[in-house]
């Protein structure tokens, strides 16, 4: 088992910037994904962006250009840099990793863009 801990959400105004972390509680055994996920009221939970072991990153189309997903192996912990924030990126975050035959997922952390 992997207990995902986020950390980093909270209230920003428009064009602002925040990071959010997430510390995994043991290594992900390889090949393994971690990255964001997120959700809004009434809407389906949606890919933010991931990043392999490998270095391949996958951005949803609606964050390119704006947030940077990253990782410290060494500290099992994968950053989500948001900057540029809009309304419409306020959802809880979710934290994702997935290793060989299984999926975890953060308790989420509640993002909020507004003035």
């Known amino acids: 088992q992997v207990q995902l801990v986020e950390s980093g959400g909270g209230l920003v105004q428009p064009g602002g910037s925040l990071r959010l972390s997430c510390a995994a509680s043991?290594?992900?055994?390889?090949?393994?994904?971690m990255g964001w996920y997120r959700q809004s009221p009434g809407k389906e939970r949606e890919l933010v962006a991931t990043?392999?072991?490998?270095?391949?990153?996958n951005y949803a189309d609606a964050v390119k250009g704006r947030f940077t997903v990253s990782r410290d192996n060494a500290k099992n912990t994968v950053y989500l840099q948001m900057n540029s924030l809009k309304p419409e990126d306020t959802a809880v975050y979710y934290c994702?990793?997935?290793?060989?035959?299984?999926?975890?997922w953060g308790q989420g952390t509640q993002v909020t863009v507004s003035s």
């Open positions: 043991r290594s992900i055994f390889s090949p393994n994904f």
């Open positions: 994702n990793a997935v290793e060989p035959g299984y999926i975890y």
């Open positions: 990043l392999s072991n490998s270095g391949r990153t």
